[in-house]
């Protein structure tokens, strides 16, 4: 089992950065691979950004490529999300998930394990 608790999230103005934090507690989570999804009321989820277990491989939506950065110290059990020149688009709950080994993926399905959501608010 892993749990996972994000951090990070808040209110930003547009343009404005944030990094959020998915830390991980139960198996060694340098063997699972960790993706971002983020979530507003009415919509689905949506997928954000993945990283594979070693860190070697990443993988964006083109909605947030060139503006958010996914990265991981496996020695901290911690997943990041970089979030820079943020939009009010942007504006949703963010979960961070995890599963067992492979590379990245983009399909919430794919997931094992998830956290509670961290809400970040873009104003205009």
């Known amino acids: 089992q892993v749990q996972l608790v994000e951090s990070g999230g808040g209110l930003v103005q547009a343009g404005g950065s944030l990094r959020l934090s998915c830390a991980a507690s139960?198996?060694?989570?340098?063997?699972?691979?960790g993706g971002w999804f983020r979530q507003t009321p009415g919509k689905e989820r949506e997928f954000v950004s993945a990283?594979?277990?070693?860190?070697?491989?990443?993988y964006y939506a083109d909605s947030v490529k060139g503006r958010f950065t996914i990265s991981r110290d496996n020695a901290k059990n911690t997943v990041y999300l970089q979030m820079n020149s943020l939009k009010p688009e942007d504006t949703a709950v963010y979960y961070c998930?995890?599963?067992?080994?492979?590379?990245?993926?983009?399909?919430?399905?794919?997931?094992?394990?998830w956290g509670q959501g961290t809400q970040v608010t873009v104003s205009s």
């Open positions: 998930a995890a599963k067992f080994l492979g590379s990245v993926f983009t399909s919430e399905n794919e997931y094992s394990y």
């Open positions: 139960g198996r060694s989570f340098s063997t699972y691979s």
């Open positions: 990283v594979s277990w070693s860190g070697e491989n990443t």
